[in-house]
């Protein structure tokens, strides 16, 4: 009110002096204000007497008091907003017991008398495999993962964690039956338990609640915590997550296994289907030819020509030496002559062999030509058989060595006491959101009036 009266011109601090009561100050505030509206007007206290009636100073100190009287008004209602003892602020109170400390209570009467006891089984493993170098990796993606704090971390380890979490592992052990039996209506209060008309959404969705689980990535080592309304039912639902874990990483393993010896058996009866082929191949041109091997066949053909073309030049080098001494119709002549003769027939018959042309159809160049590309082609299939073979056997080595294995580290038990609600925590995490939310609420409301006034 000070504030306002002070927007006045000419006015000072004219706060009205203290009273005996709190109720004779209430009443003395808006009458001093009005008066004072009144010596400013010349006029009545009625708000309509104080409108301006005409331009000039007075018609603007009338609007001017007119606007104060409207405040008046909204703060006289103000007023009568405050408490008993005439302080300011019983609305706030009272919006503080509503959305504060209701809430609070009634935390404290669900945590404290009607929740149920939640017993939590806990289990610890990890998927390890034969080749440690597979679960690290090399090179410049395992550098990175160093960096991003993964480097212990396998992706089947990702892969249990995912099932852990996922519809399957609810259908492996037992399906929404099994939900049903563990944490229906009968068995907690309202809100732990799970509505008789749950769909398969709801049912993971509460799974997760009830079976939590995390994976260090530095030691690649994965947490589970199975929660029930007995210790017993919980004990049991850890030992069925670790169960299933261990078979899915079996799983894994032998399809691993299954598959990388698949591939090379794969390849090995390629190989050996075209070896096969190239040596039936070589068998039917080797009958259609009538020639076991055309190579060696040419080569003794090339010896014996060499050795005739030699005998050639030495009786020819003697014949020319003799027909010189001797008369042509000496004896010695004739014979050389004649064995001459035989060199040269021989020579010919020779050549004829190698130009000649078998059932093939072709000469014996030709033939040798053919044969020398199928040996190829044999030679080619069986070095490829053998590398096939080699491989095969490399990789069962491989997937007997890389085999995934689950390594239980620490083994469920049945607790002795239930874990959850903790009532504390409970209470006291509702007292702090609802005080958050109260604040943050009252500073806007409060926000709001000061920008209006």
Known sequence: MQRLLSRLPGTKDRSPKPQPGAGERKAARPEGVAARAVKVTGGGTDPDSLAPRGRGPLARAGTKVTDLVRTVREDLKELRETDATGRRGGGLWRSFGIFVLIPTVL????????????????????????????????????????VAGVSGTSPDSFAVLNYVKSRAIIEDVGGKETVFRLFNRDRGD?????????????????????????????????TVEATAFSAE???????????????????????????????????????????????????????????????????????????????????????????????????????IERELAQVKAQIAEQEGLLASQGRSGGTVSDVVARFENLRLEEEFAANRYSIAVSSYEKARQETERQQLYLVEIVRPSVPDTALYPRVAAGIFMIFFISFVLWAIASLIVASVKDHAI
């Not at 017993?119 to 170098?133: H, K, L, N």
């Not at 597979?134 to 090179?139: K, L």
């Not at 289907?273 to 190239?278: D, G, K, R, T, V």
């Open 107 to 146: 935390a404290a009467l669900y945590f404290a008398v009607l929740a149920s006891d939640i017993f939590a089984s806990e289990t610890r493993f990890m998927v390890r495999s034969g080749d440690t170098q597979q679960e690290v990796g090399t090179g410049a993606l395992a550098m990175v993962a160093k």
């Open 190 to 222: 309202f809100f732990a338990t799970i509505a008789p008309d749950a769909t398969w959404e709801d049912i993971v969705e509460y799974w997760q609640d009830r079976v939590s689980a995390s994976l260090d990535t530095q030691s690649g080592i994965i």
């Open 233 to 335: 039912e919980a004990d049991w639902l850890a030992r069925q997550v670790v169960e299933k874990s261990e078979t899915l990483v079996n799983e894994i393993s032998r399809r691993a296994r299954e598959e990388a010896l698949r591939v090379a058996l794969a390849d090995v009866e390629l190989a050996r289907s075209e070896l096969a082929e190239a040596r039936e191949t070589l068998r039917v041109y080797r009958n259609t030819s009538e020639i076991i091997d055309p190579t060696m066949t040419a080569e003794s053909i090339g010896q014996v020509l060499s050795q005739l073309m030699i005998k050639r030049i030495e009786l020819e080098a003697r014949l020319e030496t003799t027909a010189s001494m001797i008369d042509r119709d000496f004896a010695p002549r004739q014979v």
